[in-house]
């Protein structure tokens, strides 16, 4: 069932594809947590903006991915933003909601501490609330790196210059369901999502050494 | 001619209205295929999860489980079922049988920890008075924890329900029905029209759902309300995973 003549002659593709693929859901997550910060704090700042931030956010979480992108096709082209941008999309869900209920979850004893310390605000914001923020944060980054290694497989969608690993998927079923170039996709995919996620555990674990990683996270009812 | 222009235009066009490639028979597929893969993963999940957050155990397994689930990219799950799915039936099997799998791996997780840890936090003190009373463990867990536990359950359910409208587009690619043929097609035809009709309605859809599970929460928190509901979960905010 596995062609194996065919996997040794697509080393080095598999291996540019997996490049591929981690290149564009670093870039994804790494400018989503930048906007991210940036919205988080201005609403934590401003607690108005939060429900419309949230909702937003909420709002664009129900568009499919496979949608966004064939959406943007008629805007960006065929171009890496086409690819970028609703990855950078979803991330923000993820992340502005785990900041701000980081920025949240600090007791209010610890921010009149820090006020009774003769903290400013900003000082207070950048030395007290984000430090403490950080497990949650870590938690968001977490899920949204997993999603978008997940995602960056459907950019092979916009066309065969993108997709990572999710390349192979496509050009596979594409030639009649060629199930070792599926498969040579799909399990390294896999992989690297997993792998993502181990790191993220282990980070999470030296950063709240004190703290048992909570097994299991509800989501927000 | 422009986006808003062409998609009222595709969207208007009575030959879009009838028919096996029409919008009400894509609407459908869709809405079926979403339904049965929410079916099967609630029988899978809701039983486990409850079972687990009332008896304690198992929750490790459930953890591992939830989260191996929830970090499988849906295209891949789709890939590695094909090659097992055309064996069981060839025709199904290359359409759309592999897309519901995915779809009950993608709903499983976000079900099987909500119910969990709905029941989980369910304050011990009502339990123990179900006890007291003399309610079997069955009647405690039907009694009380589940209403209590209501809301956060249904979280789940809704976080799954939108997930698998979202996410059963994917589908399309591999030749299954639903509203993701637009897209696929769409975009195989270079017809902006169709990309942006396709869009709408699958948008237009998932919020829906979002709101009818909204709704049916809403009924059971004010019915946990008056029987002094625990505190919702809520530490990873906002539904985990999207379509990927």
């Given at each position: 069932m596995i062609d194996w003549g065919w996997l040794a002659g697509h080393v080095d593709a598999i291996a540019y594809r997996t490049g591929q693929h981690l290149y564009l859901a670093a870039i994804a997550v790494g400018v989503g947590f930048a906007i991210s910060l940036v919205l988080a704090l201005v609403a934590a700042r401003r607690r108005v903006l939060y429900p419309p931030i949230s909702a937003l956010a909420g709002i664009l979480y129900t568009i499919p991915s496979l949608a966004l992108f064939a959406a943007l096709i008629s805007i960006t082209g065929f171009s890496v933003v086409t690819a970028e941008v609703p990855l950078?999309?979803?991330?923000?869900?993820?992340?502005v909601r785990n900041i701000v209920a980081g920025l949240d979850g600090v007791p209010a004893e610890?921010?009149?501490?820090?006020?009774?310390?003769?903290?400013?605000?900003?000082?207070?914001?950048?030395?007290?609330?984000?430090?403490?923020?950080?497990?949650?944060?870590?938690?968001?980054?977490?899920?949204?790196?997993?999603?978008?290694?997940?995602?960056?497989?459907i950019t092979g969608t916009i066309s065969d210059a993108f997709g990572g690993l999710g390349y192979f998927i496509l050009d596979g079923y594409h030639r009649g369901g060629f199930p070792t170039e599926m498969y040579a996709g799909a399990l390294p995919s896999i992989l690297l999502a997993l792998g993502a996620d181990f790191l993220f555990v282990r980070a999470q674990r030296r950063i709240t050494p004190w703290a048992q990683t909570r097994a299991l996270e509800a989501t927000a009812s | 001619m422009n986006l808003v222009a062409e998609t009222a235009a595709w969207l208007t066009n009575p030959a879009q209205w009838a028919g096996q490639a029409g919008i009400p028979n894509r609407l459908l597929e869709h809405v079926l295929i979403s339904s049965i893969s929410l079916a099967v993963a609630l029988l899978l999940a809701l039983p486990a999860g409850l079972a687990i957050g009332h008896t304690g155990r198992g929750a490790g397994l459930a953890a591992g489980v939830a989260n191996l689930g929830r970090s499988l990219p849906s295209l891949a799950v789709i890939a590695l079922a094909i090659p097992v799915t055309v064996r069981i039936d060839p025709v199904l099997g290359g359409t759309v049988l592999p897309t519901l799998v995915a779809m009950v791996v993608l709903a499983v997780p976000p079900i099987l920890v909500n119910a969990y840890t709905g029941v989980a936090e369910v304050d011990r003190d009502l339990v123990e008075a179900g006890r007291g009373m003399?309610?079997?463990?069955r009647?405690?867990?039907?009694?009380?924890?589940?209403?209590?536990?209501?809301?956060?359950?249904?979280?789940?359910?809704?976080?799954?329900?939108?997930?698998?409208?979202?996410?059963?587009?994917?589908?399309?690619?591999?030749?299954?029905?639903?509203l993701g043929r637009f897209l696929v097609d769409g975009i195989a035809q270079n017809d902006d029209?169709?990309?942006?009709?396709?869009?709408?309605?699958?948008?237009m859809l998932a919020i829906a759902t979002e709101a009818a599970v909204e709704i049916l929460q809403r009924l059971a928190r004010s019915g946990a309300a008056g029987r002094g509901s625990g505190s919702t979960a809520a530490i990873a905010p906002g539904p985990p995973v999207l379509g990927a």
């Open positions: 950078v999309m979803y991330t923000l869900v993820i992340l610890v921010l009149e501490a820090a006020d009774g310390m003769g903290h400013t605000r900003r000082q207070r914001l950048w030395r007290v609330e984000l430090p403490l923020a950080v497990p949650l944060i870590v938690a968001g980054l977490r899920l949204a790196t997993v999603s978008t290694i997940g995602l960056v497989t | 003399g309610m079997r463990e009647e405690i867990l039907s009694g009380i924890e589940l209403p209590v536990a209501l809301p956060v359950v249904l979280g789940g359910v809704r976080s799954a329900a939108v997930q698998i409208v979202a996410t059963a587009t994917l589908g399309a690619i591999f030749g299954s029905g639903g029209g169709q990309v942006f009709g396709g869009v709408l309605l699958v948008a």
